[in-house]
Every structure is written in structure tokens, then in C-alpha cells.
């Protein structure tokens, strides 16, 4: 009978199944009410005592493999059907289109747009290859500043007047020229710099600038606008703090920094343990900005602030690296896809 049985599972192995109604013969043929297991069964209870044990597993290798033969072969047979015409479903639904998303540097410039449009602050914009006036000297940068020098900004080679512009407080000064106070704009774009590429640093970034131009204007309006964007940025709790600092085209002029706190251990590294990290630069607006622009400093002030979209990026989503906003890479994009 062991004999018998093992002739059966060799045949089960060898045998090739082509179509539904070939599987459902050799299942009966098996499997049914008068299969061959329902007959090996009677035949096995005249089987002496002592040869019961390895008959019996003989015939429990026997179902297996009759059963795992069927198996295989109904998931060949509906693969098959599924994939080659007749028996196509074309109604069925597909896998799914997978989708994009939003680039985490478009995220963030949104973001912060949004929340100084809901307090009044317009959008405008303004051209990345600039002239002189518009970089330098209509901002107050004295002829000799160094960041005039070729090290730090691309000049067009034709004309050393036209330069990729290297911030966006060009725009202001389009601005101030163009319309009359009161002013109220933020302007974001792409910025251009001569510098090495590093974790840190990058020949393109992106920034927003900000600028408020009215009668009585002054440094409180400032701090409160910026410790407003703070809290609805990086939620209600943000702490800001305000450090000395010099820009040409603002007085006095300040770096503002956010609390980021120091509960762990890149807590204190990322702000090199002070729990502070700088997120922009901003000030009064300099008389001499605003009379080169042909607004009457006796009569208006104002306030202007510059910050760095990847690096606000970069502390939301806790990013080490600016290259990745450059690259590309779809596994780095695919995880800002649910920051629509
Ligand atoms: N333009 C400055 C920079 O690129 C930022 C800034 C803007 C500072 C406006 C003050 C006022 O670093």
C-alpha cells in the first residue's frame, strides 16, 4: 500500500492542469465523495497494527500533496485568465495612478504666504537677473561692500551691471519705486549666490521678503507682526528673541531668532546649545532706502524682513541636509505628500 500511495503522489507531482474543468476532475478524482483518498481509507482500516503508523503518514503526504497541487493550480489558472484576453475583466479597478505631491519647498512658501496674507500683506514678485540698482545700490550697499564682489554674486559676463539677484530685497525697491505708501507686500523668489555647495549652503535658494510702509511705522509693529507669523508657524507656544544686527538698507536692523527648545540631544545640537535657532534678518527701513526710492522719510517708516524659505523647510521637517530640496530624489519627496 506505501508503494502504492508514493506512485500516486509522483503521478500528482508530474501532472499538468490546463484548465478549469481538468481541475475539477482531478479534484473529484481525489478528493471526491468516491475518490481515490475515500477508497485508501477503507483499505487502510485492513491494515495489520503495526504497519498503521507509516501508512497513515503515508496517506496524510498524500492529501498534502493533492491538495497543494489544486491550489497552485487554481492561482496559475487565474492568473492566467486575468492576463492573457478571455477572461479579462475590464471593469475591474486598477491598481491606482500613484500620485505626486507638492514639493516641501512650495509647501512652506504657501504656508508662510498664507499667514501674512490674512493679515493684509499682498504677493508680488520680481525679475531674478537684476541690475546693480536694484541688488546694491538703491539699498544703500556702498560702492566697496564685499557683496559686490564676484565671490559672492554671478554677474552677467556681458554686463557687469545685470547679476543674478542675491536676495529678494530687490523687489522692494520695485516696489517703493513704482507705488505709493501704504505698502504692504511679501515677496517671494529665487535667489542666487556664489557660494560652494554644502549641507549648509547652496547657489539657489528661495526666500521671503516682507514689507510694511505707512505713517508711524515703527520697531513694535515689527516685533509683534514677526512673533505673530512665529506662533502661527510654529504653533501657539513659540518664543522669539531679538539680536542686534547690520544690513545696509535697514536701522537699526536685527536677526530674530525662535525657541526651539532643549529636550534631547539634537535639541542642543542643532542650536549649539543655546535652544535658539536664527530663522531671519529684518529692521526699519533705512531713510536713505526709501528717499532713493522717492518716498519721503519725513513722512512715511517702514519695516522689512528676509528669511530663507529652505531653511524654515528645514527646521519644520527637521531636514540636516539643503541638497535634498535640489535633488529630487521621489523617496525624499514622498514623504512631505500628505503636507498639501
Ligand atoms: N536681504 C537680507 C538677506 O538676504 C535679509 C533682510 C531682508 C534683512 C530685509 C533685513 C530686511 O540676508
Known amino acids: ?10 503521478n500528482i507531482e508530474k501532472k499538468s492542469i490546463n484548465s478549469a474543468e481538468e481541475l475539477e476532475a482531478l479534484r473529484i478524482e481525489f478528493l471526491g465523495r ?22 497513515g503518514m503515508a496517506l496524510n503526504e498524500l492529501k498534502a500533496s493533492i491538495e497543494n497541487k489544486l491550489a497552485t493550480a487554481k492561482e496559475v489558472l487565474e492568473e492566467n485568465e486575468e492576463t492573457q484576453g478571455e477572461g479579462m475583466d475590464l471593469t475591474r479597478p486598477h491598481g491606482g495612478v500613484p500620485l505626486g505631491s507638492r514639493h516641501p519647498i512650495s509647501v512652506v512658501r504657501r504656508d508662510i504666504l498664507d499667514i501674512f496674507n490674512r493679515i493684509g500683506f499682498t504677493v508680488a514678485e520680481g525679475p531674478e537677473i537684476e541690475d546693480d540698482w536694484h541688488v546694491f545700490s538703491g539699498l544703500n550697499f ?9 565671490q559672492d554674486t554671478f554677474f552677467v559676463e556681458k554686463n557687469p551691471d545685470l547679476m543674478l539677484r542675491t536676495h529678494t530685497s530687490s523687489v522692494q525697491v520695485r516696489a517703493m519705486e513704482t507705488q505709493e505708501p501704504p505698502l504692504r507686500i511679501v515677496m517671494p523668489g529665487r535667489v542666487f549666490r556664489n557660494e560652494a555647495i554644502s549641507a549648509r549652503a547652496h547657489c539657489i535658494f528661495h526666500q521671503i521678503e516682507g514689507l510694511y510702509i505707512d505713517k508711524g511705522v515703527s520697531f513694535a509693529d515689527l516685533k509683534q507682526t514677526l512673533l505673530y507669523f512665529a506662533k502661527e508657524f510654529f504653533g501657539e507656544d513659540a518664543k522669539i528673541r531679538l539680536r542686534p544686527s547690520y544690513f545696509p538698507f535697514t536701522e537699526p536692523s536685527a536677526e530674530v531668532d525662535v525657541y526651539w527648545g532643549l529636550k ?35 513722512i512715511y517708516s517702514g519695516y522689512a524682513f528676509g528669511m530663507g524659505i529652505e531653511r524654515i523647510a528645514m527646521l519644520r521637517h527637521q531636514i540636516g541636509d539643503l541638497r535634498h530640496f535640489f535633488e529630487n530624489d521621489a523617496r525624499f519627496l514622498k514623504q512631505f505628500s500628505s503636507a498639501f
Open 142 to 150: 556702498p560702492p566697496e561692500h564685499p557683496a559686490r564682489d564676484m
Open 34 to 55: 468516491q475518490g481515490i483518498l475515500k477508497d485508501l481509507r477503507e483499505e487502510f482500516k485492513t491494515v495489520p497494527g503495526p504497519e498503521k503508523r507509516e501508512v
Open 1 to 10: 500500500m506505501i508503494d502504492k500511495i508514493a506512485g500516486l503522489i509522483a
Open 264 to 298: 534631547t540631544e539634537v535639541d542642543y545640537r542643532i542650536t549649539k546649545g543655546t535652544g535658539w535657532l536664527e530663522i531671519l534678518g529684518c529692521g526699519m527701513v533705512d531713510p536713505n532706502v526709501l528717499k532713493a526710492s522717492g518716498i519721503d522719510p519725513e
